[in-house]
């Protein structure tokens, strides 16, 4: 069963910064694109950025500018960096490995625990 693993996500205030990491096993991380998504509540899960295996990226419009999503392909370990964060950037945020690009990717695996952002004004 391949595990998702989602960590770093916590309380902070507008304005303030985190970075999420993404681990999974090597065979997974090495193939594929990896991407970032979260899901606010009452809302459907959407796109937040994607970098493929040679580190070209690609933001939403709501976070771009603000996001950086990149890969450590040592590690097997894909990070999304959060700055400027906003009220409305509140969800849980979830990785997975992509096939195609961008919004149009789709998740190839079951999705983990994800990790809760949570940012107050």
């Known amino acids: 069963q391949v595990q998702l693993v989602e960590s770093g996500g916590g309380l902070v205030q507008a304005g303030g910064s985190l970075r999420l990491s993404c681990a999974t096993s090597?065979?997974?991380?090495?193939?594929?694109?990896m991407a970032w998504y979260r899901q606010a509540p009452g809302k459907e899960r959407e796109y937040v950025a994607t970098v493929t295996r040679g580190g070209t990226t690609n933001y939403a419009d709501s976070v771009k500018g603000r996001f950086t999503i990149s890969r450590d392909n040592a590690k097997n370990t894909a990070y999304l960096l959060m700055n400027s964060l906003k009220p409305e950037d509140t969800a849980v945020y979830y990785c997975?490995?992509?096939?195609?690009?961008?919004?149009?990717?789709?998740?190839?695996?079951?999705w983990g625990q994800g990790t809760q952002v949570t940012v107050s004004s």
């Open positions: 997975n490995a992509v096939n195609g690009w961008g919004p149009s990717a789709y998740a190839i695996y079951s």
């Open positions: 090597g065979s997974i991380f090495s193939r594929n694109a």
